[in-house]
């Protein structure tokens, strides 16, 4: 851990830059240590991404370093606490210095005189886990004098615009450069009640025909009682991703997305333009670039018109009500053009909403200045969306993942209505 507590140690009035793989290796060391099982290769994904993505803030770096590092939702609470003893100064795990004094930013360029840190209280406490990523202001230094003063940590590499960059003015170099770490994203789905009960010797109910089982070596008291409790699991993600000629700008990097989110949680994918194509099975495949050729080929509307409304329909009618979309997460990624009806759309997504858990809708046009969603199939689809995001570059992605996770949504739930 002495990298970690080195980088969290670099004086702001010094522009130096910081070791990645060090600090990322030294995190990844702790959350392992502490019972995380956070690989040397996601440590890895871990350095690229914040050197892609340049976090300026605690909160952008706590979203990144949960998608790449997290695999499962029990292992939030660990993560939230070694996060905060590392990186948000709880703790000096370098045993000097005062303990209860903050970590100055590792990376990016961070404004002086800004408001306090997203996640934390007015006093200084943290909080149970930061807000969603956004645009945010970073920590200050009370050392520091004027609100216009600013240090940079860290030099700006080549790629490192690219986080920002939107993905329809990508080259195919570019989206290859950003494929590892699109991968890297790991959906972190929430968890459901399951109907499995397991054995807990701390469990809510007795295991009745265990107990009287057992009771017969003790001459039929029952000493020690068996007990069970229900246990949970992730919910279903469902992808669809819109690969129609609007959207052909963004379909490559969305179509890694699905790869990476098929073979890490086991999601269904699924592309539309005029009829919907089932694409799981090909994404399985290893090879990001196999997997991708094996989809297309699969999409014989590739990079055709749209009909929003039927695909929706044949989604509802042949997988949805048989339990595909059933308390599901389901991400829509679409523009929204749409050349049929869009009373139809309307109509389908209120039969969606019934059947999933949550509705996202990616849509990259989002994140042009002034965006109104004027387009008839878009207007029609919003009601029934819980989470309206842009997805348009690798910052907005992560944004799309977190967007999954329950504690990020929090009080955006639908009404029970609707459900």
Same mark, same amino acid.
Request: net charge positive; charged share 25%.
């Given at each position: ?21 060090? /600090? ?16 040397? =290769? ?7 991404? #914040? ?8 909160? %952008? ?18 993560? %939230? ?21 903050? *970590? ?5 360029? /961070? ?36 609100? =216009? ?35 890297? *994203? ?17 469990? %809510?109910? #007795? ?18 009682? /068996?007990? @069970? ?14 690969? &129609? ?25 699924? *592309? ?19 997997? !991708? ?23 509802? %009618?042949?997988?949805?009500? @048989?339990? !595909? ?6 991400? #829509? ?77 929090? &009080? ?8």
């Amino acid at each position: 851990m002495t990298g970690i507590a080195g980088a969290g140690a670099v004086a702001l009035d010094r522009a130096s830059s910081v070791d990645l793989a060090v /600090v990322a290796a030294g995190f990844g060391r702790r959350l392992h240590d502490a019972g995380v099982p956070v690989a040397p =290769e996601r440590s890895g994904w871990f350095a690229r991404t #914040i050197t892609i993505a340049r976090p300026s803030t605690r909160n %952008d770096l706590y979203w990144l370093a949960r998608a790449t590092l997290v695999t499962r939702h029990d292992q939030i609470g660990t993560f %939230d606490a070694v996060f905060a003893e590392i990186f948000r100064g709880i703790v000096d795990v370098a045993e000097r210095g005062d303990p209860n004094s903050r *970590l100055p930013p590792l990376l990016g360029v /961070v404004p002086g005189g800004g408001p306090r840190a997203p996640g934390r209280s007015q006093d200084g406490a943290g909080t149970d886990r930061p807000r969603a990523p956004g645009p945010t202001v970073g920590d200050t230094d009370g050392d520091r004098d004027g609100p =216009e003063h600013e240090t940079v940590l860290a030099e700006r590499s080549d790629t490192e615009h690219l986080g920002a960059k939107d993905f329809g003015v990508c080259t195919p170099d570019e989206l290859a450069t950003l494929q590892s770490l699109i991968a890297a *994203l790991i959906p972190a789905p929430p968890r459901r009640p399951s109907r499995r009960l397991v054995r807990r010797r701390r469990g %809510d109910r #007795i295991d009745l025909r265990s107990t009287l089982r057992r009771a017969q070596r003790t001459g039929g008291d029952p000493v020690r009682q /068996v007990r @069970r409790r229900r246990t949970d699991r992730p919910r279903r993600v469902v992808l669809l991703a819109d690969v &129609s000629g609007s959207m052909h700008a963004y379909s490559r990097a969305y179509l890694y997305l699905l790869h990476g989110a098929v073979r890490a949680v086991r999601a269904e994918a699924f *592309l539309f333009a005029t009829r919907l194509t089932r694409v799981s099975r090909q994404l399985r495949t290893s090879s990001p670039e196999v997997a !991708l050729g094996k989809a297309v080929r699969a999409a014989e509307d590739f990079a055709g018109g749209t009909r929003i409304g039927e695909v929706l329909k044949a989604f509802n %009618d042949g997988w949805g009500r @048989r339990g !595909l979309a059933r308390g599901a997460v389901v991400v #829509i990624v679409s523009d929204g053009w749409d050349g049929g009806d869009p009373e139809l759309v309307a109509l389908q997504m209120e039969r969606l909403a019934r059947l999933a858990h949550r509705i996202v809708w990616v849509n990259p046009r989002k994140a042009a200045a002034g965006y109104e969603p004027t387009v008839a199939a878009m207007r029609a689809a919003l009601p029934y969306v819980e989470v309206f995001v842009s997805g348009h570059s690798f910052d907005a992605m992560v944004e799309v993942v977190a967007a999954l996770d329950d504690h990020v949504v929090g &009080s955006r739930r639908r009404p029970a209505s609707r459900r």
